[in-house]
């Protein structure tokens, strides 16, 4: 019984310690957690932009001409593009409400003919609460790098437009990089024609055949409204001249109109020659 | 006239013996309320182990008391060392107080709703002053009452100790030992962690196999509260777990405590003539009293056991995984321990014979063992049929548990069970938890690990280059594992896994691979 009593009061002072150690170390543990936490949200949702946001927001959030803006920007750090929508509230709120409920309509001056769809479950869209939170401390976390980018010089233009003519004959293509080209944010064609089907899907699927197969039978088409006579010239005017036919199920203006004053020739002609290397 | 009289006894005794008088013989009657029965001279006696007086003033407490009625006023020195009990009864009842405890303390924090009720666990971690500590001891003693509850059943049963006339007091223990069970089960689903969510719901989904098809239906989703798993299900899970559960619980702990008390604890089944049964009639000289000697044992392992599971709340943290996401089933997610063996039969075949009709009739056998088990005698030696068929259930428990984890007859592609191996879906593993600064941008061939820049890329992609070794399909060959590190943002880095392989027939390359974003600050290596 001695023993027991002995025992027993050496393990209350064991306990007592024990509990002493563990508040000692309580405040910065609970400090520890919350940083670790903070960080884990930037990886989630990391994976989540790739997923959700890239298709149009381009890789790293540099925005794809025509698609949808850069988030990956100054001016979205710095205030700017706040005040040009009006928007009083802080930057998180402004990234949380816009992805939850999305974007009815552009801002003033720009041309993105997609709206910015709605995320949030309570919104009818896929994404949890703590996912949209993860995203937005994503998007934060450039801060630092988009707002050291600023004064950095804007890539020279890359030669002489191609213009509107369908005609025109092009240059040898290098399909690596149009393949480039197109995933990259100047062309941007992938956001839509490979990893969404907001236009055409260019692989083949199914029955279907690729894109370069479907441009050469199209032109023999009935119901074809435009002007080409080889395949070639009708990837051409799908590109600089995106309204003279529009496949059915699709909508006209969606896709950008600018392509004739932005790309090259060679640009094209790799466009091209990507695509009719594609499966 | 005073509007009212306040009347002090304790002053008209005071006039009447005296200031220190009166007040010694206050503070004796108030000890001797409180104790139900021993004056401030019984208590002395009792922590100098004087032998007590006729009648033993130290069995009062028992039979005035409420709370000692639930003790027996002395043991049998036969039952009072380690064997036969291992104390196995006692310490189920000491975690279900530590579970009570610890669960009202998290109750305060917790809301049961899929919206809040991981960030309620998130603030628990980040913002409660011992708010893991609290949660540690919860899981940890939660775990170790379901296995010192199982085992305190195959002790039961390994001594005879069910037999007549104790065979009710089985019964309840295999009640309790169910609601022990459902009790530690129910409080995975509550964090709504994706480890929660997967657990409860392959557990759940037993339940639909129960035929015919509409009553399956019906139990499926009284117990999910909707054809998916949501806020309904959580609340149902919830009240389960802290109302109804707890209440069996106490219930049932009640009657098994009553019996206990009722037959006192079984003798060591050689002690006595077969088919006797002498636990009630104790002769004086082997008994050891509850007062003092129990009590102050009782009371050192109280105290001992809190700082034991203290101590073992700061090194074994309770998990918690990424928000719960039913579109979203991670790899080798599996039941709890315990219904492993659930899982494993669930593997052997037919859900409705190997997921009901079998653990419910092993269940049903259990109850009514004592009634079915009549042979009189509890020695070992006698009972070596009954014995071998209880260790051999202890066994195929051990084998089916086996059978129910993730290493058992489970198909995944084994490019995806490799990249596991570095990147888990249900703890942090070897990645997450190497150091961030040694991932040095770039592309890596793991069968080139010894060339790589840091120490950190050299062990991981031998860790890597190991688990690739391992894949054997036919038809493909030429394996080989690449990470490629790509710095992604301020502090963070991705990293992506690929393995690739040639088919032998069609000579094409194939490749599986998984990425992975990895923060500067991220730390998996706290324990959650």
Known sequence: MRWHIALGTLSLLILVAVFGYIAVGEQARMQSFTEAYDARQIETGASLFETHCRTC?????????????????????????????????????????????????????????????????????????DQIESLVVFIENWEDRALAEVGAAPSAPSGTPIGTDITVSLPEGNADQGAALAQGAQGGCSACHELAAVGPPWAAAGDTPGVFVRASDRINESDYTGNANTAQQYLIESIVQPNAFVVSGYEAGIMPQDYAQRLTAQQVADLIAYMESLP | MAIFRLHLPILDEIKEKGLRPALRDKTDDIVTRVTAGLSIQDVRSMLRDDPPGRPNPRLKPHSEGFWLHMKPTYYHNLVDGIYPTFRLGWLSTFFFVVEIVTGVLLMVYYTPSPEFAFTNMLDILSNVPFGRLIRDIHRLGAELMVAIVMLHALRTFLTGSYKKPRQFTWATGIILLLVTWLLSFSGYLLPWDQLSLWAVTIGVSMVEAIPPEVVGRTVNLLFRGAPEFGANGLLRWYLLHVVALPLAGIVFVGVHYYKVVLHGHSLPPDAEEVGEDTARRVPTDSRTYFFPHI??????????????????????????????????TPLHSTAPWYFLWLQGMLKLGDKVIFGLIVPGVLIGGLLVLPYVEVGPSRRYGSRRIGLTAGLGLVFTFGVLSYMGSPWFAVQTSPEQEAVAELLPQTHPGPLRLADWEGFTVGTYEASAYDQAPTETLRSVLDEFEGSIEGIKIDGRSDYQGVIVIEDWQTNLKKLTLRILWTDDVTGKPGEYSQTVYLHKDSNYGQGE
Do not use: C
């Open chain 2, 295 to 328: 009590a102050t044992r009782e009371l050192f392992y109280v105290v001992a056991l809190t700082a034991l599971i203290v101590i073992g709340a700061l090194f074994v943290h309770a998990p918690l995984e990424p928000h719960a996401d039913p579109l979203v």
């Open chain 1, 57 to 129: 927001h381009g890789p790293q959030g540099k925005g794809i001409v025509g698609v949808a803006p850069a988030i990956n920007a100054a001016d979205l750090f710095n205030g700017e593009r706040l005040a040009a929508v009006g928007f009083s509230g802080t930057l998180t709120d402004y990234l949380e409400g816009v992805i939850s409920a999305g974007r009815p309509v552009p801002s003033a001056g720009t041309n993105y003919p997609q709206r910015m769809p709605t995320w949030a479950q309570a919104y009818g869209g896929p994404l949890r609460k």
